[in-house]
């Protein structure tokens, strides 16, 4: 598909269990952005990819949480050591250019419950 | 830090009439962008109408357009001649300015579009 994919679609770990949360790009595309979106809220940013580098993660909660983008293609956001406050739907997105000209494409997200 | 307010949690239309969803947004930055983005229930975010904030003239595209009021700092998106398929929660995002893109999202307005 052309569009952005993420997986799994949902997931439900036990508190204390760590998690792995994938984002595949649209092809050739440099920027990539995670965020967290609470129920009943917007989407909130997390992090900021130029193609491997991390240029911005001052939206990550807590050094539980991890992101990377060895390849400059897919990403991998992972969360150690859940905790409730983690359920949410994590969205990625991706953009061909850095700079807001440019439209992030956004992924259908991955639905994390805590239990 | 920037902050994005949609004052109407929900919102409903009748199909083919005219509904507008407010937002409010504040911002310390000179130039900026701002934005309507759709989530159908399916979550997969799609951009509706952007708006740069030096641009005096509103934005439009086919059916949507905008109210762009920067010293008012506010940004309100019009539908006209509303459709069953416009029915979504609809986010006003801003950009962060600088070197990073992130976006910014209110807490939403979701629109019901009535037969």
């Known amino acids: 598909g052309a569009g952005v994919s993420q997986s799994p679609r949902y997931k439900v770990a036990k508190r204390g269990q760590d998690v792995a949360l994938r984002c595949d790009p649209i092809?050739?595309?440099?920027?990539l952005f995670w965020y967290q979106q609470a129920l009943g809220q917007g989407p909130e940013f997390l992090t900021y990819f130029q193609n491997e580098a991390q240029l911005d993660k001052s939206g990550l909660p807590s050094d539980r949480f991890f992101a990377e983008r060895p390849e400059g293609s897919v990403s991998t956001l992972k969360i150690q050591r859940t905790q409730q406050e983690d359920s949410a739907v994590y969205l990625c997105a991706s953009s061909f250019q850095a700079g807001v000209l440019y439209e992030q494409y956004f992924g259908p997200g991955t639905r994390l419950t805590v239990t | 830090a920037q902050t994005v307010t949609q004052s109407q949690p929900e919102m409903s239309v009748q199909e083919a009439e005219t509904v507008t969803l407010s937002c409010t947004y504040d911002t310390s930055e000179s130039d900026y962008y701002l934005f309507w983005y759709k989530q159908p229930p399916s979550r997969q975010m799609i951009l509706v109408i952007r708006q740069e904030a030096y641009k005096q003239q509103n934005a439009t595209e086919n059916r949507f357009s905008v109210n762009f009021q920067k010293a008012a700092k506010s940004f309100s998106l019009k539908i006209s001649d509303s459709q069953l398929g416009d029915a979504a929660m609809y986010f006003c995002a801003s950009d962060s300015g600088g070197s990073n893109y992130k976006l910014t999202f209110g807490k939403g307005t979701l629109l019901t579009v009535n037969p």
């Open positions: 092809s050739g595309h440099v920027s």
